[in-house]
């Protein structure tokens, strides 16, 4: 399987990316895979990495800035939503994916939607995985979640956010438990979720997001496009895990939003059903794609040269 490593330009720094699988003129049409984090490499994704050999269909990952084997600078004002919605952008324009289907998972959902939004041409569909429509519910769900959690381990979480302690050990620990019920339910974690996790630029995380996962405290507490979702014009594939920290709740509100959405809810997952449920994942996502390529060759043409 042939894999193409590169870099984009972008604000004066360097975006690492990966292309796995051949990309041939007339052949099917690259799937562009958003993670998550924010702060995080792409590479607890790499699961996808096999969709290539399965399918045909050349993938594409990249390493947001500040994060795994993209720049990093030390520039605080970088870290923006515009500036990860710009650089997507930057890097389906400079490989010239077009047509493309786009992946967002988690964060990378929320680029995805505000990219989508934006009406861009050239896209022929949308995956959601674990996805957040609306920062404030997500913190609502989430401080639920965290309730059920051991009397123990809730204590700790308490008394070291009511410190402004969160750096300290015992608490990075007590998170941990949050994880291994609501993030990834595989023990151990595969190593690409390892590399990811603690490879964390958690500068990025904070300014973006907060202090936890239950704690926003970032500028982008209070995002919402709820709103907005009656607006997507394209077919968009929702996946998530019935433990999920996007629970089924929110995601069942966003895929009653989104005008032609299925969902796909894995039941044995979490927020990694890429990784917890592997090869059916692949199978769902392969599927979907290749219905709406069917589709848009009956219809004469591309959804996405519309």
């Not at 400079?94 to 786009?102: Q, S």
């Not at 008394?159 to 595989?186: I, K, V």
Request: glycine share 10%; net charge negative; charged share 25%.
């Amino acid at each position: 399987m042939s894999v193409t490593e590169g870099t984009v330009p972008f604000r004066g720094h360097r975006t690492w990316y990966r292309v796995v699988g051949a990309r041939r003129s007339g052949g099917r049409p690259p799937l562009l895979v958003v993670n998550g984090g924010p702060g995080c490499s792409h590479d607890y994704l790499d699961d996808l990495a096999l969709l290539p050999e399965e399918t045909g269909r050349p993938v594409v990952f990249y390493d947001q800035l500040g994060c795994g084997r993209s720049d990093h600078p030390d520039d605080p004002s970088l870290w923006t939503l515009d500036t990860f919605v710009g650089e997507l952008a930057a890097v389906r324009e400079t490989l010239r994916l077009d047509p493309v289907h786009l992946l967002g998972h988690s964060w990378g959902s929320q680029l995805a939607l505000e990219y989508v939004l934006a009406r861009p041409q050239g896209l022929m569909s949308l995956v959601l995985g674990g996805p957040i429509a609306s920062a404030p519910a997500y913190q609502a769900e989430t401080r639920r979640l965290k309730e059920s959690l051991p009397a123990g381990v809730r204590e700790v979480l308490d008394r070291h956010e009511a410190a402004g302690t969160t750096d300290d050990p015992e608490y990075q620990e007590a998170c941990l438990a949050f994880y291994a019920r609501h993030l990834c339910r595989l023990d151990p974690w595969p190593p690409h979720l390892v590399r990811s996790f603690t490879g964390m630029n958690r500068d990025v995380y904070e300014t973006l997001w907060g202090g936890s996962e239950w704690n926003l405290t970032g500028s982008l507490k209070d995002w919402d496009v709820t709103a907005r979702l009656g607006e997507i014009d394209l077919p968009v594939l929702v996946t998530s895990g019935r433990h999920d920290v996007v629970t089924p709740a929110l995601v069942g509100e966003l895929v009653e939003a989104v005008p032609d959405a299925r969902w796909t809810l894995f039941e044995q997952s979490s927020h990694l059903p890429s990784a917890e449920e592997p090869e059916r994942y692949r199978r769902v996502v392969g599927a979907f794609l290749a219905e709406v390529e069917a589709v848009a060759e009956a219809d004469g043409g591309s959804r996405a040269a519309a």
